[in-house]
């Protein structure tokens, strides 16, 4: 977080507790909060102890350990039904989906990362790709790549320069090189195919969403599996009905915003 006079820097600690919450640590003790906010045990307890009385930590009674508060799904619900891109892509993503019989997926741009904000799965989806919330990086996403295809190209070079570039399946491209080729392909064509870059197995076609001033905000995904198609059959099917929910999506998003105002 970039440093300044209005910084609150006891606010900014209370966040990074609660940033020290992953996936794969549901409860934390006092000593693993202050090891992983690089504050001391002291000021970790002063601070769990805040947001537990705030709803956003709960503690375990047996262990005394704590992990993230039902509070948090208040905000999340607050963010996602204030959002008009999220109002609008609700009803769109849900009829691609049943168009289409695909995982349906929209993320929001965040500079070197993309979030999952709506997910609809498919049939034989497993548990975590139906939740939001997920962050993955732009470089190695098929929406990250479409959004960073609208983007000139000084800047999307920048982001790869900046991204952490290691790679989640073997197959990742993660040379700086190659993948500013590929962007520079889907500047092209409109729209991005990736094959096993997140998750092994799986094809999926991104297509970016503008807002109106003619910036990418968004990725609307349409995933599938490498069991049933080739990249190049996915893509004749699916890359036409994903440039047009993302295309129905930009309009829609800049009419919302300028009723709003």
């Known amino acids: 977080m970039t440093r300044d006079a209005l910084l609150v820097q006891s606010v900014e600690k209370a966040l990074r507790v609660l940033q020290a919450f992953d996936g794969g640590n549901r409860f934390l003790g006092l000593t693993e909060i202050a090891a992983r906010c690089g504050v001391d045990k002291s000021a970790a307890q002063r601070f769990a102890h805040t947001l537990h009385l705030a709803g956003y930590l ?11 508060g039902k509070r948090l799904l208040e905000v999340t619900y607050n963010y ?13 993503l849900i009829e691609l989906r049943r168009f289409s019989g695909q995982h349906i997926k929209l993320s929001l741009f965040d500079d070197t990362s993309v979030i999952y904000a709506i997910r609809q799965q498919s049939e034989r989806e497993y548990f975590a790709a139906s939740l939001v919330g997920r962050r993955v990086p732009t470089f190695c996403t098929a929406g990250g790549r479409a959004i960073l295809a609208e983007l000139e190209p000084a800047r999307a070079a920048d982001i790869v320069a900046r991204s952490d ?10 040379d700086p090189n190659l993948l500013l080729e590929e962007i520079a392909a889907v500047r092209r064509q409109g729209y991005a195919v990736a094959a096993e870059q997140v998750l092994l197995g799986e094809v999926v076609i991104g297509a970016a969403v503008i807002d109106a001033s003619g910036s990418p905000v968004a990725a609307v995904h349409i995933a599938g599996s490498l069991a049933e198609w080739t990249p190049e059959e996915y893509a004749r099917k699916f890359a036409g009905p994903a440039i047009e929910t993302a295309q129905a999506l930009s309009r829609a998003t800049v009419k919302r915003i300028r009723e709003a105002s």
């Open 165 to 174: 570039l290691a790679p989640l399946t073997p197959k990742t491209l993660v």
């Open 58 to 68: 709960e503690k375990c009674p047996e262990t005394r350990r704590y992990g993230l």
């Open 80 to 92: 996602l039904r204030s959002n008009p891109l999220i109002e609008a892509a609700t009803p769109a």
